[in-house]
């Protein structure tokens, strides 16, 4: 019960994080084809490592949903998240990411790929 008090009480268990190199192509595709997740990752790719915490993307969907493209984006193995004091902040896995998909991070952030 010491983590409690310690971590603001009632604060969700950390996240399980995905590696890399056992995603599939089609699940990191599939993680990258929704339009708030890619602005998620474009969000992160402009922002420097852990400074970014879930609560500070303008997107158009609830906690409950942000929550979930998240989830996507960690179970694709893109993001890697990590609680400070009573936030949850995030960095983007592009070095990883890039080992396991040369080039397709590169090609989501172009900016003529911009919506």
């Known amino acids: 019960m010491p983590d409690q008090a ?6 969700r268990a950390a ?10 192509l089609l699940t990191a595709l599939s993680a990258l084809a929704d339009p708030v997740r890619i602005q998620l990752i474009r969000d992160l790719a402009g922002s420097a490592e852990w400074t970014r ?7 158009p969907v609830g906690k ?8 996507v984006l960690r179970g694709a193995g893109l993001v890697e998240q990590r ?6 902040v995030n960095r983007l896995r ?17 900016a003529d790929n911009a919506d």
């Not at 996240?15 to 599939?24: A, L, M, N, S």
């Not at 915490?53 to 997107?59: E, I, W």
């Not at 592009?94 to 172009?110: H, Y």
């Open 53 to 59: 915490s879930c609560g500070s993307f303008d997107v």
């Open 83 to 88: 609680d400070q004091g009573p936030k949850r």
């Open 6 to 11: 310690a971590g603001g009480g009632g604060h």
């Open 94 to 110: 592009r070095e990883e990411f890039e080992t396991r998909f040369p080039g397709l991070l590169d090609l989501l952030l172009r």
């Open 15 to 24: 996240p399980v994080h995905t590696d890399p190199d056992e995603v599939p």
């Open 64 to 71: 409950a949903a942000l929550s979930h493209h998240f989830a």
